[in-house]
């Protein structure tokens, strides 16, 4: 089990507002704790549809999340670990999640953990290249390798974390 760390306050942002709403106590109805499960079952469910929109799999996939920390809470056996990773990253990259507890399993174990890359303000793709390979010219193997939550190689934004293969 591994705990990654995000940025809350950035990346995609898949719910909030009326979620955030429903979350005060009506004069009627739901408690406060039933009106707590129901909005972070309902964030949990967000982030695993963009898990599946982002073509990512697992054997098992189990997506919680806890509010009062920030958390989601990772369950499943993925196919590679770099699946796992980007499963872990397309979770963690969510506004509103400050950690992710990745309980994950492989089934086949071929290729060792990648780095993590926090994106600074004034970061490109070739300039975290040139830093982790020595070569600016090597941005298209972490944008492949963050495929398919980067769409363009240069789109990201500070806050975002990026998966580093090894050279």
């Known amino acids: 089990m591994s705990i990654v760390s995000f940025l809350k306050?950035?990346?995609?942002?898949?719910?909030?507002?009326?979620?955030?709403?429903?979350?005060?106590?009506?004069?009627?109805?739901?408690?406060?704790?039933e009106n707590v499960a129901t909005l972070n079952a309902t964030a949990a469910k967000a982030i695993e549809k963009y898990i599946a929109d982002q073509n990512l799999s697992a054997k098992g996939l189990q997506?919680?999340?806890?509010g009062a920390s920030s958390t989601v809470t990772l369950r499943g056996e993925a196919p590679d670990?770099?699946?796992?990773?980007?499963i872990v990253l397309s979770s963690g990259n969510v506004r509103g999640v400050e950690q992710v507890r990745d309980e994950m399993t492989v089934t086949q174990q071929s290729e060792p953990p990648a780095k993590m890359h926090t994106v600074k303000s004034g970061d490109t793709l070739s300039k975290i290249a040139k830093e982790a390979y020595g070569d600016a010219n090597a941005y298209m193997k972490i944008f492949e390798a963050n495929k398919p939550m980067l769409k363009h190689p240069?789109?990201?934004?500070?806050?975002?974390?990026l998966r580093i293969p090894s050279a």
Request: net charge negative; aromatic share 6%.
């Open 154 to 161: 240069d789109k990201i934004y500070p806050g975002q974390v």
């Open 81 to 86: 670990q770099a699946t796992r990773e980007k």
């Open 63 to 66: 997506v919680s999340f806890d």
């Open 9 to 33: 306050e950035a990346g995609e942002k898949l719910f909030g507002g009326k979620e955030a709403q429903a979350a005060s106590p009506a004069a009627t109805g739901p408690t406060v704790a």
